[in-house]
């Protein structure tokens, strides 16, 4: 049984800070390719940030330099350390994990979350 549940969401002004937490069950996140994913109303859903088991994290430009990737190989936990928030970043926030498949290389997301929604307000 593979399990993602996010928490830490909720609402906060322009300029604040969350940081969401995905905690897994059933699956070891350091042998995965672990990802944030966020929907906005009307939108697709859009991957972004990344963290390897091979080395290294990815982030979409429009939060870079402003939301951390992490994790926790004890707590087997993901983590979203997001910083500067703006109204822009209102949206539902999920986790997902994929199979690694070679190095340098992951399957597609498979594993999801349920959500964790995020407002910013101006």
């Known amino acids: 049984q593979v399990q993602l549940v996010e928490s830490g969401g909720g609402s906060v002004q322009a300029g604040g800070s969350l940081r969401l937490s995905c905690a897994a069950s059933?699956?070891?996140?350091?042998?995965?390719?672990m990802g944030w994913f966020r929907q906005h109303p009307g939108k697709e859903r859009e991957e972004i940030a990344s963290?390897?088991?091979?080395?290294?994290?990815t982030y979409t430009d429009s939060v870079k330099g402003r939301f951390t990737i992490s994790q926790d190989s004890a707590k087997n936990t993901l983590y979203l350390q997001m910083n500067s928030l703006n109204p822009e970043d209102t949206a539902m926030y999920y986790c997902?994990?994929?199979?690694?498949?070679?190095?340098?290389?992951?399957?597609?997301?498979?594993?999801w979350g349920q959500g964790t929604q995020v407002t910013v307000s101006s």
């Open positions: 963290i390897y088991p091979f080395g290294g994290t």
């Open positions: 059933g699956y070891s996140i350091m042998n995965a390719c």
């Open positions: 997902a994990a994929a199979s690694r498949r070679d190095v340098g290389v992951c399957y597609d997301f498979y594993y």
